[in-house]
């Protein structure tokens, strides 16, 4: 899925083996970040931007 916040495009995917969701820059996918929820995942993809 796509989503889009103020300033970022991201794509979000869950990984099931480590119960992470991983969000991928949708213009740059080599930045991504991982959290527990998608919110701390986000945040994380921020400081790339």
């Given at each position: 899925m796509t989503f889009?916040?103020?300033l970022l495009?991201?794509?979000v995917m869950f990984d099931l083996a480590?119960?992470?969701f991983i969000?991928?820059?949708k213009n740059d996918?080599?930045?991504s970040a991982s959290g527990i929820t998608i919110e701390q995942a986000v945040?994380?993809?921020k400081?790339?931007?």
């Amino acid at each position: 899925m796509t989503f889009k916040n103020n300033l970022l495009e991201y794509r979000v995917m869950f990984d099931l083996a480590n119960n992470l969701f991983i969000v991928l820059d949708k213009n740059d996918e080599a930045k991504s970040a991982s959290g527990i929820t998608i919110e701390q995942a986000v945040r994380a993809l921020k400081k790339f931007a």
